[in-house]
């Protein structure tokens, strides 16, 4: 309810579909208003993330355009003009540093924590070959980025927001592009 929450702070009214991994949440979201969508059989983490790939392939292939958020991303402030203008494919939020393969090559990361993909027959073919890469890799993050990443993704630089994260004592700072 965090999460919600902080969407009624900022002022966003989308219709939302959140999917709940077990009956207790089921339960408790559909009693309090929510909209949600029980996914039975995710037994594990891997398992999480090889459905939910699953899952943002059939609501693509079903026409609609997705802004994903997991819970543990509180909004703080209305990102929704990022999507306002439609003139995107996929609009990713920068990740840390996972996989560290990717971070290595190209100092910085997707996140699988908040992002926007657009349907249309572009994102499904590449949503295809993620869902396909996920069965291996078992983590959506790494499959996202070496399918996005890997395949000459286009970064538009204007959107990146630098920022620094300690690790180790050591200074970090993700960037888009060089």
């Known amino acids: 309810m965090n999460w919600l929450l902080a969407l009624k702070r900022i002022n966003i009214n989308i219709p939302l579909l959140i999917f709940s991994l077990d009956t207790e949440s089921e339960e408790f979201l559909n009693k309090n208003g929510v909209d949600t969508e029980r996914v039975p059989g995710v037994n594990n983490i891997s398992q999480l993330w090889v459905r939910r790939v699953e899952i943002f392939k059939d609501l693509l292939d079903s026409g609609l355009n997705i802004i994903h958020s997991d819970l543990d991303a509180l909004w703080l402030r209305n990102p929704m003009h990022y999507f306002e203008n439609g003139n995107y494919d ?4 920068q990740g840390t540093t996972h996989p560290q393969e990717i971070f290595k090559k190209r100092e910085f990361v997707l996140t699988c924590g908040f992002f926007g993909i ?3 027959p ?3 073919q590449v949503l295809d070959k993620i869902r396909k890469d996920v069965q291996l890799t078992k983590d959506d993050q790494t499959s996202f980025n070496r399918i996005l990443l890997d395949n000459h993704l286009k970064i538009n630089k204007k959107w990146n927001m630098s920022y620094f994260l300690e690790s180790g004592g050591k200074s970090l700072r993700p960037r888009l592009g060089r």
């Open 90 to 93: 996929f609009l990713f939020s």
């Open 118 to 120: 657009r349907s249309n």
């Open 122 to 124: 572009k994102t499904i």
